[in-house]
């Protein structure tokens, strides 16, 4: 079946702009996360929704970061006034989350650059 | 101290040879472990999870988890040039949310 697709896949924007990134999870998974990886970095977490709820939003680094994810499935991660320090590769991963499982399959990733 | 400690590496391996990785944290709490390989600009690929002591195989992988020591490994047998990438180890606990939280990978370079 189809994973997680992420939309764009490349992002060039310049300081100061707005930008939205895309996450569509693999259908049925019910939990989505947003994760920030920079070069030589493992993948930080940002946020997590379980259905349509923001269950944990401790890992936005300021309030210029904001997601939605409306309808429980497609996610919308959105950054105003975009700095140079945020670019980095932004990661989407959804689970068929239980009790017990807690499997995350990724997406390909949008790489974002702010000039 | 970092929650997830890996080795950077390189680990380099000869074709054939097992590759050895390991992953420290510092959780007490963390239920849930995960292995994921990362090609060179690629996303982060899922290899093994693992929830209990002792070992759990697949295929030429085998990870083996010590809460004890709060350690984890993955061995990679029969070391293949494409198995040349970097392992990044995942960890889950239920205080810390369902969130994963990771070591920065150990780069493995498999020479034929």
Known sequence: GAGVSQTPSNKVTEKGKYVELRCDPISGHTALYWYRQSLGQGPEFLIYFQGTGAADDSGLPNDRFFAVRPEGSVSTLKIQRTERGDSAVYLCASSYFTARNNEQFFGPGTRLTVL | ?112
């Open chain 2, 1 to 112: 101290q970092k929650e997830v400690e890996q080795n950077s590496g390189p680990l380099s391996v000869p074709e054939g040879a097992i590759a050895s990785l390991n992953c420290t944290y510092s959780d007490r709490g963390s239920q849930s472990f995960f292995w994921y390989r990362q090609y060179s600009g690629k996303s982060p690929e899922l290899i093994m999870f693992i929830y209990s002591n002792g070992d759990k195989e697949d295929g030429r992988f085998t990870a083996q988890l010590n809460k004890a020591s709060q350690y984890v490994s993955l061995l990679i047998r029969d070391s293949q040039p494409s198995d040349s990438a970097t392992y990044l180890c995942a960890v889950n606990s239920k205080a810390a949310g369902n969130k994963l939280t990771f070591g920065g990978g150990t780069r493995v370079l498999v020479k034929p």
